[in-house]
């Protein structure tokens, strides 16, 4: 069964940590993408990627970094954790495509920052 | 810049009964998704219909699209308690619509 792994489902930071959140794909799928969802406001692109060493920055990346040294792995970075980035944090793969191709999610990790 | 946007925020129906969620878009697309998700879940594709489809479905799924008024619809006929979740529309966005763009969904409670 294809699918995307979040290497955590619940997480707990303290304020000024970094953080990283792993996501794993076994479909070798090109384009990779990170979302938070918070309520209300629905899912919100952070950064995406559609190649190794690619990255493009979504519609909220201040405050994070992304890093993709493998076509599989896609590592979200929160460079020093803050209170307001707690969420849900929504790793996503498809196929190259211009929209054309659905994406597989991860099961998500909720990170709180204390 | 592209918004996906689903009406009704929030729907209660009873078991048996078709649940409509309504979806609408700003930007011209060439394709539009739904999906659903179970609480405190990833989300899952559900159907992808193309600009030049009006009309698709899945099991009990119908997906409409009309691109002249920017919206489309996802019905699921004869619910089941197993419906409840969260419903997405999800239209490309981006400068090449290389991403989608998810609008706060519609949370459906189906009702035993």
């Known amino acids: 069964d294809v699918k995307v792994t979040q290497s955590s489902r619940y997480l707990v930071k303290r304020t000024g940590e970094k953080v990283f959140l792993e996501c794993v794909q076994d479909?070798?799928?090109?384009?990779m993408f990170w979302y938070r969802q918070d309520p209300g406001l629905g899912l919100r692109l952070i950064y995406f990627?559609?190649?190794?060493?690619?990255?493009e920055k979504g519609d909220i990346p201040e405050g994070y970094s992304v890093s993709r040294e493998k076509k599989e792995r896609f590592s979200l970075i929160l460079e020093s954790a803050s209170t307001n980035q707690t969420s849900m944090y929504l790793c996503?793969?498809?196929?190259?495509?211009?929209?054309?191709?659905?994406?597989?999610f991860g099961s998500g990790t909720r990170l709180t920052v204390v | 810049s592209q918004q996906g946007e689903e009406d009704p925020q929030a729907l209660s129906i009873q078991e048996g009964e078709n649940a409509t969620m309504n979806c609408s878009y700003k930007?011209?697309?060439?394709?539009l998704q739904w999906y659903r998700q179970n609480s405190g879940r990833g989300l899952v594709h559900l159907i992808l219909?193309?600009?030049?489809?009006r009309e698709k479905h899945s099991g009990r799924l119908r997906v409409t699209l009309d691109t002249s008024k920017k919206s489309s619809s996802l019905l699921i006929t004869a619910s089941r308690a197993a419906d409840t979740a969260s419903y997405f529309c999800?239209?490309?966005?981006?400068?090449?619509?290389?991403?989608?763009?998810f609008g706060p969904g519609t949370r459906l409670s189906v009702l035993p």
């Open positions: 996503a793969s498809s196929l190259k495509g211009q929209g054309g191709y659905g994406y597989t």
């Open positions: 990627s559609y190649d190794v060493k690619m990255k």
């Open positions: 479909m070798d799928h090109e384009n």
């Open positions: 930007t011209s697309i060439n394709n």
């Open positions: 219909i193309r600009s030049n489809e």
């Open positions: 999800a239209p490309p966005g981006g400068e090449y619509g290389q991403n989608f763009v």
